[in-house]
């Protein structure tokens, strides 16, 4: 979902709630699990044919994630609005305790994106 919003060139929604997608990514990349899923490229095959079959758009490019070119950062007015979105949600308390900034997050996901285009 994230790379094919990336590769879209704006959001469907004006990125509504979508930054919780964002934060949820990063922190199954955090975790053991996904850790572990980094390993599994025949998870990503799967998990790329399985988005060409079933939610295929021609801005996708889904090819891409195995072309080592997964894209997971927004550009531009895509990042701000992204941005705003992650402040509006964590000012009405949709994250509790403590929880990352989005400075964080985008860090976090520049590390995962090197990970997945190796």
């Known amino acids: 979902m994230m790379h094919v919003e990336c590769n879209r060139g704006r959001f ?3 990125a509504s709630r ?8 990063v922190m199954l ?3 053991d699990i996904g ?4 390993s599994a ?3 990503l095959i799967s998990v790329v044919e399985h988005k060409k079959v079933f939610f ?3 801005y996708a490019n889904y090819d891409l ?14 990042l701000e ?18 929880f990352l900034e989005f400075d964080e997050i985008i860090s976090h996901l520049k590390s995962l994106n090197e990970i997945l285009n190796k």
């Open 12 to 14: 469907k929604e004006k």
């Open 18 to 25: 979508l930054s919780r997608h964002w934060y949820d990514v």
């Open 29 to 31: 990349y955090l975790s």
């Open 35 to 38: 850790k572990s899923a980094l």
């Open 41 to 43: 490229q025949n998870l």
């Open 56 to 58: 295929n758009t021609p």
């Open 65 to 78: 994630c195995l072309e080592g070119k997964f894209n997971l950062i927004p550009m531009g007015d895509q």
């Open 81 to 98: 609005d992204l941005k705003m979105d992650y402040q509006n949600m964590t000012n009405s308390d949709m994250f509790y305790g403590n």
